[in-house]
């Protein structure tokens, strides 16, 4: 494991022959990043003579100097966080260089010092299979008639810590009769990662018309092992046109939250309209909500709280079990409100706690 500004360096060629210089050093905080590069061309091949006839060759290595400076920002808030601090570097070094010499240095001070001859580079060994389960992996293809026919390919994997990229892609021969093929490519990550277990979503999604030939989606995984998934259809929009349409709900990101807003229009010339409008998380997509008035009792105390019940209806269908949020709108309007004008919206909703939230003026 790597300590506190310790750099790793590695020297190695890409797949066009580019010779690429990486430099991967761990530090405390938040306020340390990578500085310039400087570059110090070697020595010429020949020492000229000085009677001006002829050229003599210069005895030893030819060394391309590469100095990776790491600096410290000057902010007063600094997160207390193990921050990697990356350096990639494209060398072009001339065709009579002999070494290179990598220096890596914070605050004039040098942290490493490294050479590499040039015909030599780091052997990189190749990892082994580093994914420990692959779990919830789902295929749908949504077939909704206002829209684009989209294919949907989710699911999670697990790795042993957070330093990997984990994507869904086509495979070069990606038609095959009915089947779609993807490859789950897995790429490490250079810089310091904790080893804590974690799990990744990994999502594949293509348009076009073309795709309601595909009844499986084949996923090839490391080691000549795959997974083989059966697609199932969606239709979200409600067959009968005389329906309302159905609200498009989409998948849950770790970043989304349930939120509701309320507006009370008082435009003059218009009647006042009132808005509510939210996001709300169900447990798949196949969900249609809608926001109805909760009539007071005859008897009841006058209030400045109007009461919406959430009522929620499950489609017909295969959904995949994707948490996800769906949009809900209530709209009313009418004199009435000049009247009866509410500050707060109420929401119910079934075995859980009402939301509360204050209605904004517009004029």
């Known amino acids: 494991m790597q300590t506190l500004f310790e750099p790793k360096i590695r020297l190695k060629k890409d797949s066009l022959g580019n010779l690429i210089l990486q430099a ?3 530090t405390p905080n938040s306020c340390y990043v990578a500085g310039e590069t400087e570059i110090l061309p070697p020595l010429p091949p020949f020492n000229p ?5 002829a050229v003599s060759p210069l005895p030893g290595p030819r060394v391309l100097g590469v100095k990776l400076l790491i600096e410290e920002t000057d902010s007063d808030i600094c997160l207390p966080f193990i921050r990697p601090v990356h350096h990639c570097v494209k ?10 010499q990598v220096t ?4 004039g001070e040098t942290l490493k010092e490294k050479i590499f001859a040039l015909n030599s580079f780091d052997e990189v060994p190749e990892e082994p299979n580093p994914i420990i389960d692959i779990e919830d992996f789902r ?5 909704m008639p206002s829209g684009q026919t989209t294919l949907h390919v989710q699911g999670n994997v697990t790795l042993p810590d957070p330093g990997y990229q984990v994507r869904l892609v086509q495979a070069e021969n990606a038609k095959q009769c009915d089947t779609l093929v993807l490859h789950l490519n897995v790429k490490r990550l250079d810089g310091f990662f904790p080893a804590v277990v974690t799990t990744r979503s990994v999502e594949y999604e293509q348009i076009g018309d073309d795709l309601e030939q595909f009844n499986q989606v084949k996923i090839m995984l490391a080691g000549d092992r795959s997974i083989h998934l059966k ?4 239709i979200s929009d409600p067959p009968n046109p005389d329906q309302p349409p159905v609200s498009v709900c989409r998948p849950k990101s770790e970043d989304d939250i349930e939120e509701f807003t309320a507006f009370l229009d008082l435009m003059p010339g218009d009647d006042p ?3 509510v409008e939210g996001m709300v998380q169900v447990p798949h997509p196949g969900h249609t909500l809608s926001l109805m008035c909760v009539v007071p009792e005859e008897n009841a105390e006058p209030s400045n709280t109007l009461v919406l019940e959430l009522q929620q209806t499950s489609l017909d269908g295969f959904f995949p079990s994707v948490i996800s949020l769906c949009p809900v709108k209530y709209v009313t309007s009418g004199a009435i409100l000049r009247c009866f004008r509410p500050e707060k919206v109420k929401i119910l909703r079934s075995e859980q706690e009402p939301i509360e939230i204050p209605i904004q003026i517009v004029h």
């Open 24 to 26: 991967t050093t761990p």
């Open 91 to 100: 060398l072009s070094p001339p065709s009579h260089t002999t070494d290179i």
């Open 231 to 234: 697609v199932h259809r969606v």
């Open 104 to 107: 890596v240095v914070r605050n």
């Open 139 to 143: 295929a749908w293809l949504n077939t």
């Open 49 to 53: 003579d000085p009677a001006g006839d």
């Open 273 to 275: 309209t009132l808005r």
